[in-house]
């Protein structure tokens, strides 16, 4: 059920909808953990699919731009493949006194792909709007991915074998943030590297990243210096292209050599240096003095009466 | 497990038969503690028994054995053996098996010690005495009784590097308050015999302001020590010890050591004809305190702490001018001085011979060098290593139920979340 949309929408996604969908599927994932025991069987994964979270999505459809606000959460009762209908209406009447211009624009869920049984639940929204989208999250972390795990589908009918079926179609989105939203997104984005290490801060961040690139480049040169060790031991063929390629790249460096460089490019270092070095000195101090005020706490036969205050 | 150990040769049985793996070791250790008096009774006969015994396998056996047979006083012939034993037992004992006895160990070792300086050879019990203290040591953070005993010898026999090689390891746990004292005397001691004039410094400084409940003899001396190496040194000292001092310590120890407190002042006028007079007319005193040589050195710095005054006030001067001002007798004199400082690194000069002009320098360090950028960092280095220690000692601290009462305690008067309008004061 794939190609692309024809209705000629553009959607917009704001990030919130975005957060909301994955917060939802985080809190129902680690609470269906913690409630059943761990008795994995087989090495500690857990075997149990993933669990499926559903909801509605609200926002504004002015003309051809449906723009996606907002979303909450809705339940979903598998045996009848329905979702709960009483407070899907109750929250949008609630939704309703907040935001007036916002309508049910149609439902999310979780997943890698979307599935037949979807398309009932689609067809049940029908009635409240009568082309409602499907926004789908793959919870799956993929690194290599670059692209945002969030596919937005539209229902149109095609006529397959004959028969004309509702099908999805994929619908390209772009993501539109207000101010507030993207303070918010920038300040954790910058927090946090994207490869998820465990570096807190920026500067961690900052230096991570350059001492990945300058791993990768030793480890480039080291690759080149093993070949040309090789090539001159004999066991590879001389390619004399390769060397001069070699040759001029080696002729580029070092970018500058003289004296004046040196005692500049050492004294910065130096400085460096005893700024950590007196960092580290205050550190130790303020630490000292933590504990020499524990230890005087705890071991002082006469308190001052009323001098102490209870922030050390 | 009551064994019926009524023979010494049953104990060696069972030792030889029982010192195999660790749970071996802590039965016979049971067994042993208990043919404690047995031993001790046949301590005469023990001697023979040593023979049959493996020290480096059997220990524990060897080392309660030996514990007996020394306990008796013994006359000086015999002490050459036993010194030969004990050393051999020391070099060859294995150090979790001691481990399990250390107050015997700690013993045999003191006997040892005891019997080389009955035999006048202090140089013999250096070497034993330092891997006895390896094998004793939980970690090279802690003090053992055995280290006071070490440096002591190394004093006596002169081998100060050996002794500075245990000092270099910065003690963080202290057993017994006596061997701390003696261990920083002995060890300022033997800095001041290598002329490392800073750590005896910090060592003199740890006796001097221990907390103790009454005055002792290690910190009298130790405090005229410390007087001493800190006008070497230091070229001033403050007679107020740091608030950290105890308060025995800050009111009695002066009151022990007023004829260095006077010579302190007379240092500080800068006159060197006083000061030697000073020292000429109570010389006895210094020769029975043993601290003659250094108060002659405390004379000899006296010109270096002139020369270096007067860099601060002049840019060049001649040579004969430094002689007169510092009261030296010729400008030789004074060059040599010079020279002798500037090889030393207390002072930036250069001199010119031609006419006999020294010039003063500022200190030349650029930082700019490879040798600088080492040193900071190994300065880093240790101090990550002590911040590590200090953030370790500060959560011990937390978890500390005397800390934690005291602490439990004073919170609740200030609690935010109590507040209300009629502040909790003027309830009472």
Not at chain 1, 88 to 104: H, M, S
Not at chain 2, 412 to 426: A, C, G, I, L, S
Request: glycine share 4%; net charge negative.
């Amino acid at each position: 059920m794939a190609s692309s949309s024809s209705s000629g929408l553009t959607f917009k996604l704001h990030p919130l909808v975005i957060l909301n969908i994955s917060d939802h599927y985080t809190r129902v994932k680690s609470q269906s953990q913690s409630q059943s025991p761990p008795s994995a069987v087989n090495g500690g994964e857990t075997t149990s699919p993933p669990p499926r979270v559903f909801g509605c999505v609200i926002g504004v459809q002015s003309g051809r731009t449906v723009e996606i606000f907002n979303s909450f959460e809705l339940l979903y009762y598998p045996s009848t493949n329905s979702l709960d209908r009483s407070f899907l209406e109750k929250k949008q009447e609630l939704y309703k006194k907040v935001f007036p211009n916002f309508y049910i624009l149609g439902w999310y869920s979780t997943g890698s792909e979307a599935e037949e049984s979807d398309m009932h639940i689609h067809k049940a929204l029908m009635d409240i709007n009568e082309s409602p989208i499907y926004v789908l999250l793959s919870p799956s972390i993929n690194h290599a991915q670059k692209d945002l795990p969030v596919t937005i589908y539209e229902s149109e009918l095609h006529v397959i074998d004959g028969i004309p079926q509702l099908i999805f179609v994929r619908s390209s989105y772009t993501i539109e943030t207000v101010e507030a939203e993207r303070i918010s997104v920038d300040h954790v984005a910058h927090l946090k590297p994207s490869d998820g290490g465990s570096a807190a801060t920026q500067l961690a961040a900052h230096l991570t990243g350059i001492h990945s690139a300058i791993k990768m480049l030793n480890s480039r040169i080291r690759v080149l210096h093993h070949y040309l060790l090789a090539m001159q031991k004999g066991d590879i063929p001389c390619e004399n292209s390769l060397l001069r390629q070699v040759s001029s790249l080696l002729r580029r460096l070092p970018a500058i050599e003289s004296e004046k460089f040196q005692d500049d490019f050492l004294t910065e270092y130096n400085d460096t240096l005893l700024i950590s070095y007196l960092a580290m000195l205050t550190n130790c101090s303020s630490s000292m003095n933590e504990l020499v005020d524990k230890f005087s706490t705890a071991f002082e036969k006469h308190i001052i009466r009323g001098g102490r205050t209870a922030f050390f | 497990m009551n064994l019926n150990m009524n023979s010494v040769e049953s104990v060696v049985a069972q030792i030889q038969g029982l010192s195999s793996s660790a749970d071996d070791v802590t039965h016979l250790h049971g067994l042993l503690k208990q043919s404690e008096e047995l031993l001790q009774s046949e301590s005469t006969r023990l001697a023979p028994f040593l023979a049959e015994l493996d020290p480096s396998k059997h220990s524990l056996g060897y080392l309660y054995i030996l514990e007996a047979c020394t306990a008796a006083p013994n006359a000086k012939e015999q002490a050459n053996e036993l010194v030969l034993s004990i050393a051999r037992f020391l070099n060859d004992c294995a150090a979790e098996q001691i481990r399990l006895a250390p107050d015997k160990f700690v013993s045999v070792c003191k006997r040892f010690k005891d019997q080389v300086m009955l035999l006048e050879t202090p140089m013999r019990g250096v070497a034993p005495l330092l891997t006895a203290i390896r094998k004793l040591q939980p970690s090279s953070e802690h003090l053992t009784s055995l280290h006071p005993d070490f440096l002591l010898l190394c004093l006596l026999a002169k081998c100060y590097k050996t002794g500075l090689c245990v000092l270099e390891h910065d003690i963080f746990e202290v057993d017994q308050p006596r061997d701390f004292f003696l261990y920083c005397y002995y060890g300022g001691m033997i800095c001041i015999g290598q002329k490392r004039y800073r750590k005896a410094l910090e060592l003199l400084h740890n006796v001097v302001t221990a907390p103790m409940s009454t005055i002792n003899a290690i910190a009298v001396e130790a405090y005229k020590k410390y007087i001493l190496i800190s006008l070497i040194h230091l070229g001033q000292f403050s007679t107020s010890l740091p608030k950290y001092a105890s308060s025995v310590a800050q009111r009695n120890l002066k009151n022990f050591s007023q004829p260095y407190i006077e010579l302190v002042t007379c240092y500080v006028n800068g006159k060197i004809s006083e000061l030697e007079a000073y020292v000429q007319a109570n010389r006895e005193i210094f020769e029975i305190d043993r601290n003659l040589g250094l108060v002659k050195q405390v004379v000899s710095s006296m010109y270096k702490r002139n020369i270096q005054r007067l860099t601060q006030t002049y840019l060049t001067l001649s040579l004969q001018d430094i002689a007169n001002t510092v009261q030296l007798n010729s400008p030789k004199e004074a060059e040599m001085h010079v020279l002798q400082m500037i090889q030393d690194g207390e002072i930036y000069a250069t001199i010119n011979q031609k006419d006999g002009m020294v010039r003063f320098l500022e200190d030349p360090e650029q930082y700019k060098t490879c040798e600088m950028i080492e040193r900071i960092d190994s300065s880093i280095q240790r101090i990550m290593a002590l911040s590590k220690k200090l953030t370790a000692m500060d959560e011990h601290m937390s978890c500390d139920s005397q800390y934690l009462a005291k602490a439990g305690r004073e919170r609740q008067r200030f609690d935010f979340d109590d507040f209300d309008t009629v502040p909790q004061k003027f309830n009472i």
